[in-house]
């Protein structure tokens, strides 16, 4: 099968090496010259000691992804609808492969591209899989979720399923598009209270809360609940909100050790999906009048640039209701 892969960087590059081994014919498209004639030398800055397949080709033109029926989005969320716009979507099937909200329209990547073009075929690609791991071809299993072409979902599995990469197939676009997102959020609150030195008992806390928080405003939305109890929902909130190679989790980490938000992500130095997301999904739940107090925080801190002391407090002094209250 033909791929074109929507942007070049760290996890695109992982995903259209993963099929390129696999057999695909694989293209993938970047603005940043260094990346694009990095991965036609059969490498890439970002992910250094890894060999690409010397099938993988990249290229500065968007005209070139013209010629491949399945296009795959690896880019930062608020910059989908600005390239996509610049695509011809009629007859094309479009992959989902980030995970954000769009900052102002709340809408998830999937909405956008319907938006964009209402008969494209649209599908998410999520789940634990963090592209170094990726790249170098560690077992994952992932979710592809599809809204309405069963048909194409399952063509599609067998041509990105592996033995080493693992695809299940969902119905719940919704649900497996917004565990991808929201899991962004609850990671930063884990590494903040990494960074403060809280302990495991405080992070296990904060993920199994911040899973009924992504469920309940899942629910709200949507979504299924079960879609929030595997691989695209807890699956990776345990990955993103525990690992040193999330840069979600390392974001609230050096929040939690001192650094502004401005000093964070420099030090970075990559995009943090989290940080708009926690700003879109702040002014959702107050549109939809959901309960979300980990959200809240992370919005307060991160956004409003609040004092953590004060904002923990204002948390731990909250009177705790029934566990599952949805």
Same mark, same amino acid.
């Given at each position: ?24 014919? !694989? ?23 890894? #060999? ?56 998830? !990547? ?63 676009? !919704? ?37 009924? #928080? ?96 004060? !904002? ?15």
């Amino acid at each position: 099968m033909r791929f074109a892969v929507i942007g070049g960087g760290r996890w695109g590059t992982a995903l259209g090496t993963h099929l390129a081994r696999t057999g695909n014919d !694989v293209l993938i498209y970047d603005i940043n010259e260094t990346a694009v004639e990095r991965i036609n030398e059969g490498s890439h800055p970002y992910l250094r000691g890894i #060999e690409l397949p010397e099938g993988l080709k990249a290229t500065l033109s968007l005209e070139d992804v013209h010629e491949f029926e399945n296009l795959i989005c690896a880019l930062p969320t608020q910059t989908v609808r600005g390239v996509f716009s610049r695509i011809e979507l009629k007859g094309r099937r479009v992959i989902n492969a980030s995970k954000g909200l769009e900052l102002g329209t709340f809408k998830r !990547v999937s909405q956008i591209i319907r938006e964009i073009e209402p008969e494209c075929k649209v599908f998410a690609l999520s789940g634990p899989s963090f592209a170094e791991e990726v790249s170098r071809g560690l077992p994952t299993a992932v979710v592809l979720a599809y809204e309405k072409d069963e048909e194409g979902a399952y063509e599609l599995q067998r041509a990105i399923n592996s033995e080493n990469f693992r695809v299940y197939v969902n119905p719940d676009i !919704v649900g497996v598009e917004l565990g991808g997102a929201l899991k962004n959020v609850i990671a930063i609150a884990c590494g903040i209270s990494d960074g403060l030195g809280f302990g495991y008992n405080a992070r296990a806390a904060l993920i199994t809360r911040g899973l009924v #928080e992504m469920t309940r405003i899942g629910l709200r939305l949507g979504a299924k609940r079960e879609t929030f109890f595997g691989l695209s929902g807890a699956g990776d909130l345990i990955l993103t909100a525990t690992s040193d190679l999330s840069r979600n989790r390392t974001f609230g980490l050096l929040l939690g050790e001192g650094l502004s938000s401005e000093e964070a992500l420099e030090k970075i130095g990559q995009v943090v999906e989290g940080v708009k997301t926690v700003e879109a999904l702040k002014e959702l739940t107050d549109r939809e009048n959901i309960y979300a107090p980990i959200t809240e925080a992370v919005y307060r801190v991160v956004i409003l640039r609040e004092e953590i002391d004060a !904002v923990l407090r204002e948390m731990l002094l909250r009177s705790p209701g029934e566990e599952f209250s949805l």
